[in-house]
């Protein structure tokens, strides 16, 4: 049927021609599709997801909250929100973004609401908010309560307000289709080649604007928790196409994965008083950080228990045979364990076997979240260098880099970014495409690129084993380019990369069908997954400083050297080009009220 | 503690190349956690790169892995093999795909085709209540929500629907059921008529035969059969 003998058979089935292409359909792609079908309404939008459907997104996942400064709160302002976020971000995030998305940031919690989702309610029937790590009343003074949230899914509240909303405004879905190439004319994006696994089929899609909104892509780590299909594939097709991606050596780890699956144990846990221990029971959080102790900011409680296993003082699971170590959450009383921590625990009862009332739980930091991106100005609109744009190309939400976030995240400011961006998105391609010239008729050279790489795996008759490959890199990547880095481990990890690399050519697939063909598909994102470790690599082996998540034991300090935003290139593997961009210091520069609060400030909590 | 099982898997294999069904026997060692998933992933490294299967977030997060083993229809990332070693009391599982749409590859199913029944609910607010006079957010008290919460956490897996006893092919099934429920009991939802013909219409409440079977297998626990009843009875806010 779809079983093809040679690759010169591979071709571009069909031509869609909607207005408006949505590549990835988690809270971010579809917040945009659903503002421009509200401003424009019969769009034609067609969107694509590489899940089932996108209520399978990465997004539904998502626990915490939203931050939003209610305007009815008498003591929170949004000014504190911004200051937080910039705190946060150890000096560089966007101050341009960070204000057009905390002065934001309550409308959207409305729009929200009045599309549906189900927000967490106060007795007096209104949206209920709670403290969270980083957030802060008064520059840094006391917690405050600002995270507007869906008991402990609030991303899948978010996720099914905006796939009901796209339904309602007739976006056309393409699911488990994967984006394999974007297509250009005249340095004009003009759509995407796409491959549909559940038909085998490749169709151009030539639209007026193309927005990315393909989330994260920490799938190169041995523990993590982004979901299967996180593995950098929207990243590839921006460096295929000689486009730039930022910051990517800013890569958060979450301390408290559950070893194994590396499924996320919030932060509560801590907070209503787990105590981390080593493998002899000491609480050495204690000896690190004397006074908050475990509730330390996330990079720095995951470097101590890294300093722990490295020391010796870790354990080693008998089952996952991963190094961790342990939360405690024993001596909580019962009560706590029944209201207020039910969920997770029910994680650690579930995906290791273990009952945290009478057992200790294993624990050990989870790659969880990129801060960077592809490059992107104040309204999404994708940047070939630190100045230009590329005309009908836009992205959103974790994908992109404007940045809300720096070199470290605030917990609750992510899905944030996604409804606050991704309205900001849909705004501007309303507006772009209301003027934009058709397409046109598909570029000749369309799918050469796409159709060359799967030759390359179709015909590929080596002796290299795609899982083997998989494990070294994420072993690999975890040990030298995760929480502690230095330019040793860097340089052998980007030699070793390219060994990886040159041995994924060497691979041999088990079935030439394009029919829902895993193994395929798993050596078009072994690609992705290598290119992009490359990038991280290489842009933290040049940042020679520490700054957020990026950690370089021989840089240990913050440096003014690197008050910029790194920007790569690299059209082959290993080939990299990196640039600079500013840091957007207009808030600073405004010298409005409390400006110095937002100069380069030091980052003590 | 750290155990091994000798495991066998009979998969149900499906080529679409070829339209030939079988049924594959795998061997295995397998350690006391691993999930369900981890295993099909053992194959796919060790054994088999062919053997297609389906899953997203890998902890019952996202309702993409669901399959039948040994005849229950649950998650495969949330099953460990010493719970499923316990449970079904064998270390022979028989591993089938969903019933609820056509297979396109051995255990993956065509999810969009199982999904029709939800988009023919309209999974959203058709018609919004007018916004408060604040300009804000809608006030909803905890306790009306408390009414319809449990009903909102469903990941539509579609296990329930694949475990549902009725025969009819048309009936839009619990899942699809629970999601105009619960916009029924939405205060914000102001087209309760259109809702209330759908539900009641003759692919609606008419085909539920009672068996309880949907919340017997639901891997969110949600009490599906108790807000069918609810609709049944027209009793959606009987309990304020």
């Known amino acids: 049927m779809r079983s093809i003998k040679l690759a010169s058979e591979l071709k571009i089935d069909s031509v869609l021609k909607p207005e408006v292409l949505v590549i990835g359909a988690g809270g971010a792609g579809l917040r945009c599709a659903a503002e421009i079908c509200e401003r424009r309404p019969g769009t034609s939008i067609i969107a694509v997801t590489k899940v089932h459907s996108p209520q399978k997104s990465h997004t539904s996942t998502a626990q915490g909250g939203m931050a939003a400064v209610d305007p009815k709160d008498p003591i929170d302002r949004i000014v504190y929100h911004m200051f937080d976020t910039w705190k946060g971000s150890d000096c560089s995030a966007d101050q341009n973004i960070i204000k057009a998305v905390c002065e934001s940031a309550w409308e959207q919690i409305v729009w929200l609401e009045r ?9 007096e029937g209104r949206i209920a908010k709670r403290p969270f790590g980083g957030h802060m009343l008064n520059f840094g003074q006391v917690k405050a309560f600002r995270s507007c949230y869906e008991a402990d899914r609030t991303g899948k509240g978010i996720m099914d307000t905006v796939w009901g909303e796209s339904l309602k405004h007739g976006v056309v879905f ?15 994006c003009v759509g995407a080649v796409v491959l549909m696994e559940q038909n085998g089929k490749f169709v151009a899609i030539l639209a007026k604007a193309t927005v990315m909104a393909t989330g994260g892509k920490t799938r190169m780590y041995q523990v993590s928790t982004n979901c299967r299909q996180n593995t950098g594939d929207g990243l590839c097709l921006i460096l295929q196409a000689g486009l730039p991606v930022m910051d990517l050596e800013a890569v958060q780890f979450h301390p408290t994965g559950i070893v194994g699956p590396g499924i996320l144990a ?7 008083g787990g105590i981390l221990r080593n493998k002899d029971e000491e609480p050495f959080m204690e000896r690190y950080a004397p006074t908050a102790k475990d509730l330390a900011p996330r990079d720095v409680v995951s470097r101590c228990i890294m300093t722990e296993i490295r020391e010796g003082r870790g354990c080693v699971h008998p089952d996952h045979k991963l190094p961790h170590v342990w939360l405690d959450l024993r001596h909580l009383p019962e009560y706590i364990h029944k209201t207020r921590i039910l969920e997770v625990c029910g994680f650690f009862r579930k995906f290791v076997g273990v009952e945290p009332r009478h057992e200790l739980c294993p624990v050990t930091p989870t790659a969880h979240y990129q801060m960077g991106g592809a490059p992107t100005n104040e309204f999404g609109e994708v940047q070939k260098d630190a100045r230009q744009i590329v005309p009908g190309l836009y992205a959103c939400g974790e994908f992109a880099a404007a940045t809300l976030h720096g070199h470290n995240r605030l917990g609750t400011n992510s899905l944030l970014e996604l409804i606050t961006m991704g309205k900001v998105v849909g705004e501007r391609v309303t507006a772009y495409i209301e003027h934009a010239e058709n397409p046109g008729d598909i570029p000749k050279d369309a799918g050469s690129r796409i159709f060359s790489r799967f030759s390359g795996y179709l015909e590929a008759n080596g002796q290299e084993h795609y899982a083997k490959i998989r494990d070294a890199l994420r072993v690999l990547m975890m040990d030298k380019v995760g929480v502690f880095r230095n330019e040793k481990g860097l340089t052998e990890a980007i030699e070793e990369l390219k060994m990886l690399k040159d041995r994924a050519r060497r691979l041999e697939l088990s079935s030439r069908s394009l029919v829902m063909n895993q193994d395929l598909i798993q050596f078009w994102e072994l690609d992705h997954l290598l290119d992009i470790s490359m990038v991280i690599a290489q842009s933290a082996l040049a940042r020679k400083e520490s700054r957020g998540a990026h950690y370089r034991e021989d840089y240990p300090e913050r440096s003014p050297e690197f008050h910029y935003h790194t920007l790569a290139y690299m059209t082959d593997c290993g080939n990299i080009t990196l640039d600079k961009r500013d840091i957007d210091m207009s808030i600073f ?14 980052r003590k909590y | 503690m750290s155990q091994e099982y000798d495991i066998t898997l009979k998969i149900s294999r499906y080529d679409p190349d070829t339209g030939r069904s079988w049924i594959q026997d795998y061997h295995l060692k397998a350690g006391r956690i691993l999930r369900f998933v981890d295993l099909f992933r053992q194959i796919n490294d060790e054994q088999d790169p062919t053997l297609a299967w389906s899953s997203s977030c890998e902890h019952a997060q996202c309702g993409t892995c669901g399959m039948k083993i040994n005849g229950k229809p649950l998650l495969a990332c949330e099953l460990l093999v010493k719970n499923a070693v316990e449970l079904f009391e064998t270390h022979t599982f028989r591993v089938e795909p969903l019933t609820i749409a056509p297979v396109i590859r051995d255990l993956v199913v065509d999810l969009e085709k199982a999904y029709d029944r939800i988009h023919l609910v309209k999974p959203y607010l058709i018609a919004p209540a007018p916004p408060h006079p604040d300009g804000d957010e809608y006030r909803i008290s905890p306790r009306v929500l408390k009414t319809y919460e449990e009903a909102t956490r469903c990941i539509n897996c579609f296990c329930c629907s694949t475990a549902c006893v009725t025969t009819q092919r048309n009936y839009l099934g619990p899942n699809a059921m629970l999601a105009n429920i619960v916009r029924i009991m939405d205060p914000r939802e102001t087209a309760e ?5 759908v539900l009641h219409g003759e692919n609606g409440t008419p085909r539920c035969r009672t068996a309880r079977a949907c919340s017997f297998v639901c891997p969110k626990e949600i009490d599906i059969a108790h807000f ?12 304020l």
């Not at chain 1, 520069?589 to 030091?602: R, S």
């Open chain 1, 115 to 123: 599309h549906g989702m189900h927000f967490s309610r106060t007795e």
């Open chain 1, 174 to 188: 393409l699911n488990q289709s994967v984006a394999t190439e974007l297509l250009f004319r005249n340095g004009r």
């Open chain 1, 266 to 272: 919030s932060e509560a846990l801590r907070g209503e």
């Open chain 1, 589 to 602: 520069e405004a010298k409005g009220e409390h400006y110095e609060k937002f100069g380069i400030i030091e």
């Open chain 2, 193 to 197: 008529k259109e809702r209330l013909d």
């Open chain 2, 228 to 239: 069918i009843a609810l609709a049944k009875e027209g009793a959606f806010r009987r309990s």
